[in-house]
């Protein structure tokens, strides 16, 4: 009986020498030579092991958030009735075209005319970015998110972050998401 149970554990340790061979152990290279001659070596198993280890890439934030980032620079600057810079001040239309244009994205220096750019949004579906029409299209801002709106309202106030309540509840006219900015 002895003599069966060597060769049986002597045939299992050469099955396993021999897949050793043909199969290395996770995570070491093995060197295998094709049929040209080259040599190719393999290293899955470490490859695969870190890219679970590794962190993706940190991803950029979407269009919308850095606008209001951008915008929320200019809290404090005053509001000027057709003013379109920080040096002389804003008005709505004026601070909500300065936002974008830093980004590449063109609007006209009118509310109005900002209504008939990008798509509606309903309120209920509002990302941060997007473009907020009160009075009937006559004044914008730019929805910060959590139901506040950030804009230059009229002559005495400043670039400041309001809550959609009182009089931007009651004058809430439409939203428009603009291209790149969802």
Not at 80 to 86: D, K, L, N, V
Request: hydrophobic residues 35%; charged residues 15%; positive net charge.
């Amino acid at each position: 009986m002895r003599p069966l149970r060597s060769l049986i554990l002597l045939l299992v340790l050469a099955m396993a020498l021999l897949v050793a061979l043909i199969r290395p152990l996770p995570g070491h290279a093995t060197e295998t030579v094709t049929a040209t001659g080259k040599k190719q070596i393999w290293k899955f198993s470490r490859l695969l092991r870190q890219q679970r280890t590794t962190t993706p890439p940190p991803t950029r934030p979407p269009l919308g958030v850095r606008a209001v980032k951008y915008a929320r620079r200019f809290i404090g600057v005053p509001y000027a009735w057709g003013g379109s810079s920080p040096r002389t001040g804003f008005d709505c239309s004026g601070f909500v075209r300065y936002v974008y244009q830093h980004f590449g994205i063109s609007l006209p220096h009118s509310s109005y005319g900002d209504l008939s750019h990008g798509r509606r949004v309903l309120r209920k579906y509002l990302k941060p970015g997007d473009l907020l029409f009160f009075n009937g299209g006559g004044h914008v801002g730019i929805y910060v998110g959590r139901n506040r709106v950030i804009d230059a309202l009229h002559t005495g106030t400043v670039i400041h972050v309001s809550t959609m309540s009182d009089w931007y509840s009651s004058a809430y006219y439409s939203a428009r998401r603009l291209p790149h900015a969802s």
